[in-house]
């Protein structure tokens, strides 16, 4: 079990730094190592390599305000290589180093650790998925080797992992406790919690919440993820703040339906709610217009219920909809994924304005050391994601494994405009 003591011991370890050397804390820019998997942008594909580590080459617009860069690359590895690659082009360009490997990028070409903090962007690339769906991108292993230079350095710095640890709950677990016995600050996760929000809805803090419900679109498992953080963000502010999840199943089909107008009828209304909310809901039952529909249902361990749509074909967005103890109207929003231009960022650097929020946190984490969100949240979505997909068409799944229990901070901070 993975309790409020272990994770506060964790921090504290990190924090200390008895057992491993810390980079000093400095308002000075921080010397970033971007390992990737892939670095594209075309018409094709645009990869968040691009978004993420683009915006810290060529500035963002948090607020929709542009922004330089607080810090700089000045190393990258990317996996893969494909014609289109933006990487080589860009090193140029920008003068920061082509590293043939992980270690390289983090050493620079030296013995030790030499750069400030590590941004892992495993997102995207041709890599093969699973009988059950899952790509299986090398974030593991990325991030094990980052990992071993840590350890041969006597070292630690500040990473970030884009998007969820792993598409499997061990390796993803096995990452979060290398960062808690080597104390080095860990920030995870996707740009949906701290996107904008129409509207710009906060859960109050320690708020009675019993009935959840979620709604995505696009495909099951890198949509998926969004949706659950989506969720996730939300609900953890609950009374009595996060205590994990119990159990988890995933339907399919039309027995999306049937739980819905069955047991799940109490998730109708809250899902009504949500697609209400966004005037790019497509017109009609969802049902009707929903190609392959999905539904994941998670049972937290302190009886909050919640249940995650993912629609596609009919939902055009990722949405929320909650119902607080002792209010008589559901709490819903819509996270805001529109694209965004902006004169100042050359056109080859399309913009997506939830990538602006996600590269503010990400510099800011840089900056301090530490995490403007919990870590334990990108666990606990990565472990019921991977536990769904396995899950998927056996019933019911018992996750003891996921009894992981934090605190969000009070005051958070997403993107207003």
Not at 406 to 414: I, K, L, Q, S, T
Request: aromatic share 10%; hydrophobic share 40%.
């Amino acid at each position: 079990m993975l309790n409020r003591r272990h994770v506060l011991g964790g921090c504290a370890a990190g924090a200390s730094g008895c057992l491993w050397h810390h980079a000093r804390p400095s308002t000075e820019g921080k010397r970033i190592a971007a390992v990737c998997t892939v670095y594209v942008a075309d018409a094709s594909l645009i990869s968040h390599a691009h978004v993420i580590c683009g915006s810290l080459l060529d500035g963002y617009a948090p607020d929709g305000v542009f922004t330089r860069p607080r810090h700089r690359i000045v190393s990258m590895y990317t996996d893969q290589v494909p014609a289109n690659d933006l990487s080589r082009e860009l090193a140029a360009s920008h003068g920061f180093r082509i590293s043939p490997g992980v270690a390289d990028a983090l050493t620079l070409g030296g013995d030790r650790l030499d750069v400030d903090a590590v941004v892992l962007v495993g997102e995207h690339g041709n890599y093969p998925s699973n009988d059950r769906g899952q790509k299986l991108y090398p974030r593991y292993e990325l991030y094990a080797q980052i990992v071993d230079v840590f350890r041969r350095s006597g070292r630690v710095v500040p990473v970030f992992c884009d998007k969820h640890l792993s598409y499997s709950w061990d390796r993803a677990r096995r990452m979060y406790d290398w960062s808690r016995e080597l104390g080095f600050p860990l920030m995870a996760g996707s740009s949906i919690p701290v996107d904008v929000r129409t509207p710009a809805l906060e859960i109050p803090y320690s708020a009675p919440i019993r009935q959840a419900v979620g709604v995505g679109m696009g495909g099951v498992e890198p949509y998926g993820f969004h949706a659950l953080e989506g969720l996730q963000c939300m609900v953890e502010r609950r009374a009595g703040g996060e205590t994990g999840v119990a159990a988890v199943e995933m339907l399919t089909g039309e027995a999306v339906w049937r739980w819905r107008d069955g047991d799940g009828a109490w998730s109708a209304p809250l899902l009504e709610a949500a697609l209400r909310g966004d005037p790019q809901t497509a017109a009609g039952r969802p049902e009707d217009n929903a190609r392959r529909p999905v539904l994941f249902r998670l049972e937290y361990r302190d009886g909050l219920q919640a249940a995650v749509y993912m629609l596609d074909g009919h939902a055009r967005s990722f949405l929320f909809a909650g119902r607080v103890e002792g209010q008589p109207d559901v709490l819903a929003t819509k996270y805001d994924l529109a694209r965004r231009e902006s004169p100042q960022v050359p056109p080859r650097q399309r913009r997506y304005h939830n990538f602006d929020a996600l590269v503010r946190c990400i510099e800011e984490f840089f900056a301090t050391g530490r995490p403007l969100y919990p870590v334990e949240r990108t666990l606990l979505t990565t472990g019921a994601l991977a536990f769904l997909f396995e899950a998927k068409g056996a019933g019911r799944r018992e996750t003891p494994e996921l009894a992981i229990s934090y605190r969000a901070p009070e005051r958070c901070w997403f993107q207003r405009a």
